[in-house]
């Protein structure tokens, strides 16, 4: 249980194109989910703090404008990237927080590897 | 915030080798995970690991949170056990925080 799907998984853009990114908790309900992105060869640096129905939480140098976070429902969370740039090209990962049971932990997704040509 | 020190940084070992990872971090947290990214990227999670040890085949984590560490074992390694691991204290309600990484290169 407690699976985290994202889609795409790849996805290659032109500049000045918006993508989006879907985060879905499969079999488990989601109040919080989390977005982290991650450049070649670092961390993972977390992005923004979604919660359900309400509007997200950006971390100190994240743009609101250019990274759009959806929480509709419980088990669905989308990022927007925004007229994309090639500095945006970075892996995406999103992490779900179970609404009840293991709500200690967090579960990740696959991740999305974006490319802005 | 908290911050989360990995060591080694990098690790080169001989198919069949064990290895101990370290993790540090700054603050008290609730919650501890351990990741592998392999090489295609995929996050996978090896540990939920607040406190106490678990084993889960050749792996094993110790978390000691009143000192604020985590270990994680790896015995017996395979080529397949290269990537790079994640310590990843916080969950739950708390942010969590990335490691900086170990980088483990497992060679036959």
């Known amino acids: 249980g407690a699976v985290v799907s994202q889609h795409p998984s790849r996805v290659i853009c032109k500049s000045g194109t918006s993508v989006k990114i879907e985060c879905r908790s499969l079999?488990?309900?989601?109040?919080?989910m989390f977005w982290y992105r991650q450049f070649p060869k670092q961390s993972l640096m977390l992005m923004a703090t979604?919660?359900?129905?309400?509007?997200?939480?950006?971390e100190q140098g994240v743009e609101k404008d250019k990274f759009l976070i959806n929480h509709a429902s419980l088990t669905l969370s989308t990022l927007t990237v925004t007229s994309a740039h090639p500095e945006d090209s970075s892996f995406y990962i999103c992490?779900?927080?179970?609404?009840?049971?293991?709500?200690?932990?967090?579960?990740f997704g696959p991740g999305t590897r974006l490319t802005v040509l | 915030g908290i911050q989360v020190e990995q060591s080694p940084p990098d690790l080169i070992l001989q198919e069949g080798a064990n290895s101990t990872l370290r993790c540090n971090f700054s603050?008290?947290?609730?919650?501890l995970q351990w990741f592998h990214q392999n090489p295609w990227g995929q996050l996978i999670n090896l540990f939920y690991?607040?406190?106490g040890t678990k084993q889960n085949g050749r792996l094993s984590a110790t978390t000691v949170a009143t000192e604020r560490y985590s270990l994680l074992y790896i015995s017996s390694s395979q080529t397949t056990d290269s990537g790079v691991y994640f310590c990843?204290?916080?969950?739950?309600?708390?942010?969590?925080?990335f490691g900086t990484g170990t980088k483990l290169q497992v060679i036959p």
């Open positions: 979604s919660n359900e129905g309400s509007k997200a939480t950006y």
């Open positions: 079999d488990f309900q989601a109040t919080t």
């Open positions: 992490s779900a927080r179970a609404s009840a049971g293991s709500v200690n932990e967090q579960f």
């Open positions: 690991i607040p406190s």
């Open positions: 603050d008290s947290v609730n919650n």
């Open positions: 990843a204290p916080g969950g739950g309600y708390q942010k969590v925080t």
